[in-house]
């Protein structure tokens, strides 16, 4: 099982960056998917997840109306486009899947496959 994610970046707040997390090694079209951020001295947080089928999409509560978790099954790829950046946004931000889907949760116990990240800095 492959996750890499991509998209991260540099930018001023009030931008938008849309991150990209590609999946290879299972049956991705089983799989929730989650995103993740970790920044410097905190705990890891779940952002947004998705159901196998993308009807189910929890998020925080720190992101709610801002960032928006979607998948491709044809491209085996779940994005999250992150719009009206803050400065608190900055983290390294993981891709995330739960094989076969169990629960769409924002903890990170319920994943067992993980990416390496992709740096978000809102600055």
């Known amino acids: 099982v492959q996750l890499v994610e991509s998209g991260g970046g540099l930018v001023q707040p009030g931008e938008s960056l849309r991150l990209s997390c590609v999946a290879s090694?299972?049956?991705?079209?089983?799989?929730?998917m989650g995103w993740f951020r970790q920044a410097p001295g905190k705990e890891r947080e779940g952002v947004a997840a998705i159901s196998a089928g993308g009807g189910i999409t929890p998020s925080a509560d720190s992101v709610k109306g801002r960032f928006s978790i979607s998948r491709d099954n044809a491209r085996n790829t779940v994005y999250l486009q992150m719009n009206s950046l803050k400065p608190e946004d900055t983290a390294m931000y993981y891709c995330a899947a739960d094989v076969p889907c169990a629960v769409v949760g924002l903890a990170a116990y319920e994943y067992e496959y993980w990416g390496q990240g992709t740096q978000v800095t809102v600055s």
């Open positions: 090694g299972y049956t991705y079209r089983r799989a929730c």
